[in-house]
């Protein structure tokens, strides 16, 4: 499963993007961690002392979400860029958050944590960039409780999720030649789970039980005037586009880009975009 094309898969390129000072982590990303969320805890458990474990946290989204719609849960949040972490320190410090704990930990192995002490376990949008995700699912399996309906929770996007599908279509344009476009050699890792069967059997190859597989889509408002602020190269699923098509042609390729979007998706009456951006959303049990 191991991927070395792409540098998304690798840790120090999410230490590029450095510490973001965001009091309350949010963008595209919040919508879903609130299904996550809603999906994966009852209702009836709100207010319970539950334990809950963040894989990939990244900038903290679902964890800072989590903290004050769960208040009597405690927290970890982990992942394996320190920027990351260093930016959701920020957040708990400035919102003097007392029941979420952040930890720089490489998901694929946690031995700092005890076997069988976690209620709920999530990863949105983390474990797609992790080089094993087998290894890391199973992992979450041995921190989850035994019978206790503990669940895991994994985030993914699909195939039209609008970013990773326009850079792959900006990258068959860009490379055009006699033979047409290149197709990418290997899956991209933002897309690395976006088959629907094969996210069903890894989760259940690490051994949770009763999987299932939600799709979700919440359409997104950009302006032309935005779209270039989606292509950054901090942003390493941006980033590996760029290495793929080399410097020369990075200019092309964002000019391609945009157009691109304003192709597929012309301005509605209000003079917006609207752009797909539709996950799964994994969810199996440890019985």
């Given at each position: 499963?191991?991927?070395?094309?792409?540098?998304?898969?690798?840790?120090?390129?999410?230490?590029?993007?450095?510490?973001?000072?965001?009091?309350?982590?949010?963008?595209?990303?919040?919508?879903?961690?609130?299904?996550?969320?809603?999906?994966?805890?009852?209702?009836?458990?709100?207010?319970?002392?539950?334990?809950?474990?963040?894989?990939?946290?990244?900038?903290?989204?679902?964890?800072?979400?989590?903290?004050?719609?769960?208040?009597?849960?405690?927290?970890?949040?982990?992942?394996?860029?320190?920027?990351?972490?260093?930016?959701?320190?920020?957040?708990?410090?400035?919102?003097?958050?007392?029941?979420?704990?952040?930890?720089?930990?490489?998901?694929?192995?946690?031995?700092?944590?005890?076997?069988?002490?976690?209620?709920?376990?999530?990863?949105?949008?983390?474990?797609?960039?992790?080089?094993?995700?087998?290894?890391?699912?199973?992992?979450?399996?041995?921190?989850?409780?035994?019978?206790?309906?503990?669940?895991?929770?994994?985030?993914?996007?699909?195939?039209?999720?609008?970013?990773?599908?326009?850079?792959?279509?900006?990258?068959?344009?860009?490379?055009?030649g006699s033979s047409g476009g290149l197709k990418l050699t290997s899956k991209q890792p933002a897309l690395s789970l976006d088959?629907?069967?094969?996210?069903?059997?890894?989760?259940?190859?690490?051994?949770?039980?009763?999987?299932?597989?939600?799709?979700?889509?919440?359409?997104?408002?950009?302006?032309?005037?935005?779209?270039?602020?989606?292509?950054?190269?901090?942003n390493p699923v941006v980033d590996d586009f760029f290495k793929l098509i080399g410097d020369d042609n990075i200019n092309k390729f964002k000019e391609t880009f945009i157009n691109l979007v304003l192709e597929l998706f012309p301005?509605?009456?209000?003079?917006?975009?609207?752009?797909?951006?539709?996950?799964?959303?994994?969810?199996?049990?440890?019985?």
């Amino acid at each position: 499963m191991i991927q070395t094309t792409f540098s998304s898969y690798l840790a120090e390129s999410w230490n590029k993007i450095g510490e973001i000072k965001i009091l309350k982590p949010g963008g595209m990303t919040l919508d879903f961690s609130i299904d996550a969320l809603n999906l994966t805890i009852p209702k009836c458990k709100i207010n319970e002392n539950i334990k809950i474990l963040d894989v990939g946290a990244g900038f903290g989204v679902l964890s800072i979400y989590a903290s004050t719609n769960y208040p009597n849960s405690e927290i970890i949040a982990t992942d394996i860029s320190k920027c990351m972490i260093d930016s959701l320190n920020y957040s708990i410090q400035g919102n003097q958050i007392k029941n979420v704990t952040a930890k720089v930990m490489d998901g694929q192995s946690m031995p700092e944590l005890q076997s069988e002490s976690f209620d709920y376990c999530f990863s949105m949008f983390g474990l797609i960039y992790f080089p094993d995700r087998l290894k890391s699912l199973k992992e979450m399996y041995r921190l989850l409780k035994s019978n206790n309906n503990s669940k895991v929770s994994i985030g993914s996007w699909q195939s039209d999720a609008f970013l990773p599908m326009v850079l792959e279509k900006t990258y068959e344009k860009v490379t055009v030649g006699s033979s047409g476009g290149l197709k990418l050699t290997s899956k991209q890792p933002a897309l690395s789970l976006d088959d629907k069967v094969l996210f069903k059997s890894e989760l259940e190859q690490a051994g949770f039980k009763n999987v299932e597989i939600h799709s979700i889509g919440h359409p997104l408002e950009v302006t032309t005037e935005s779209l270039s602020n989606y292509l950054r190269p901090e942003n390493p699923v941006v980033d590996d586009f760029f290495k793929l098509i080399g410097d020369d042609n990075i200019n092309k390729f964002k000019e391609t880009f945009i157009n691109l979007v304003l192709e597929l998706f012309p301005k509605n009456e209000n003079g917006f975009h609207i752009v797909p951006w539709n996950s799964y959303i994994g969810i199996g049990e440890k019985l």
